[in-house]
């Protein structure tokens, strides 16, 4: 049984390694740089730029934690401090169940509702608003298949990964010093911001860091609305192409092409490397906290 | 001039609302989601739909159903939970029981949690990678392979949650009868977590049907019912993303009829799993 709890943990050491082995050749034959940085997709001449590709996959998880975080901190906070017991178990297996919702019901969702909802409102009312900043205009791309509908998924399907996390975090704080502040006259939400969040502080940041991996690392769904266009986003309504929906799309011609596999597998090991050390960092914070509380 | 006082009652306000606000969107976004599934899919849904397998020209609007998705994403789930639930249960027991507070067990745990946060398209690139090594191709067995990594820390994890419930009495009153470590394990441990350990499988049970990206390369796809462990095999969640993907009105319904099939299943098993840890729990020792 042991032995098999250490081969459980070396998995991540046998992914890591299998996965370098088949990128080798293109990792030998291309500079690092030039993968990494390089803005051409030619697979068929030679050219493999990764460059489009994790820009679109930082875009639109960028995008998604910037509305998923403030969100998923006000529904823990209001869980974990100030639900009555009786919404707490009411509120909790839903935040689950949407836990449990595949991944491609969420994609088929944003086609339904989210892509036309940006094609026929949001991007028209935000072009003419805010149409001449570059960051706003739909004139590229007024599909509503983009970084936005991306965004929006990806922040719904993090939402109860990054709650749940959150709430036992706020949960961890001694109640003495809720009391203590408390105590001393001010109001639960100042008790909140003052007390509560400071001494949570790096286990809500650990929650968001597990949140941000799992989104990098989503594909189904965000393949299914971001567009997949290879090219550097300007705009949040431009089509994206992320490095999951590269692999994904891919698998199926990349054996007759020289290098596609390599290149395929070094956008996996890419994937890992990053997954791999914020899950690290945000585990290694969580298991502090824990120590303290 | 406002008295502080004041402020931040209205602050407590704001707030209150910001936050019940929030967790009302959280649900109504889980509402929607379901609705629009439930909406899209039910007048796409007949008979044929989970009774047939796709006959010719099934792509470009003609009969035939998903029967072949439905059984394949049974067999592909049913599989790599067996094989999570052989390999996790005595992970975890040996995390719980044998190994103390070592250093070693704090690293696997901190691994199997890491091993949890892995996108799963990067599972299915191994399990891909594997399989070339092993000279297999896509197939039933590499399909359940890669989906049971996927199921394995999710599993693991959620297995030594509750075996940690097991009250310390009941082992310590066990080892004074002069049981071994492996009899209260078996005997003792695992009896008492039956009712979580049956969620714990439906859990992983669930999240293995719905998972895309870990058989795209090692299932492959096929319009056939699953007959060989060698033999590609179809799934649900790729005959909603194939069927999605077609130019054809009447197949891009039937993509919506199949998210309602697998909705729905995955619904009943998050509601199984509560139904059995509440039933279950009437046999164990409180």
Known sequence: ?293 | MMKRNTLWRLEETVMKVLMSGATALALGCLLLILGAVVWKGLPAMNLDMVTQPPQGGYYTGAGGGILNAILGSLCLALGATVVALVLGVPIALYLQIYAGRSRLVELVRLALDVLWGIPSIVYGAFGFSLMLLMGLRASLLGGIIALSLVELPIMCRAIEEVLKMVPFELTESAYALGTTRWEVAWKVMVRQALPGLTSAILLAFGRGIGDAASVLFTAGYTDHLPTSLLRPVASLPLAVFFQLATPFPAVQERAYASALVLTAIVLLISVLSRLASNRLSRYVVK
Not at chain 1, 5 to 20: E, F, K
Not at chain 1, 21 to 46: F, M, N, Y
Not at chain 1, 193 to 222: D, H
């Open chain 1, 1 to 293: 049984m042991g032995w098999l709890a250490v081969g459980a943990a070396l998995l991540m050491v046998a992914i890591g390694t299998a996965l370098l082995i088949r990128a080798w050749p293109i990792l030998r034959s291309h500079p690092l740089k030039e993968l990494l940085l390089g803005r051409t997709w030619h697979p068929l001449q030679g050219a493999f730029g990764f460059w489009p590709f994790i820009v679109g996959t930082l875009w639109v998880t960028a995008l998604a934690m910037a509305i998923a975080v403030p969100l998923c901190t006000l529904c823990a906070i209001y869980l974990a401090e100030y639900a009555p017991s009786a919404v707490q178990r009411a509120v909790k297996p839903l935040i689950d169940l949407l836990a449990g919702i595949p991944s491609v019901v969420y994609g088929l969702w944003g086609v339904l509702a989210v892509v036309p909802l940006i094609r026929e409102h949001v991007g028209p009312w935000m072009d003419r608003h805010l149409g001449h900043v570059a960051f706003f205009s739909t004139a590229a791309n007024p599909t509503g298949y983009g970084v936005l509908a991306g965004g929006i998924i990806l922040a719904v399907m993090v939402f109860p990964i990054i709650v749940s996390v959150m709430e036992e975090v706020l949960r961890s704080v001694p109640d003495g010093l809720r009391e203590a502040a408390l105590a001393l006259g001010v109001t639960r939400w100042i008790m909140v911001r003052k007390v509560l969040l400071r001494r949570a502080l790096p286990g809500v940041i650990a929650a968001i860091v597990l949140g941000f991996s799992r989104a990098f690392g989503e594909t189904m769904a965000v393949l299914m609305v971001v567009g997949n266009v290879p090219q550097v986003p300007l705009s949040i309504f431009d089509a994206a192409y992320p490095l999951t929906a590269l692999i994904a799309n891919n698998y199926g011609e990349m054996m007759s092409v020289p290098l596609y596999d390599a290149a395929l597998m070094a956008a996996g090991l890419v994937l890992l490397l990053v997954v791999l050390v914020f899950n690290v960092l945000a585990q290694v914070i969580l298991r502090r906290m824990k120590k303290m509380a």
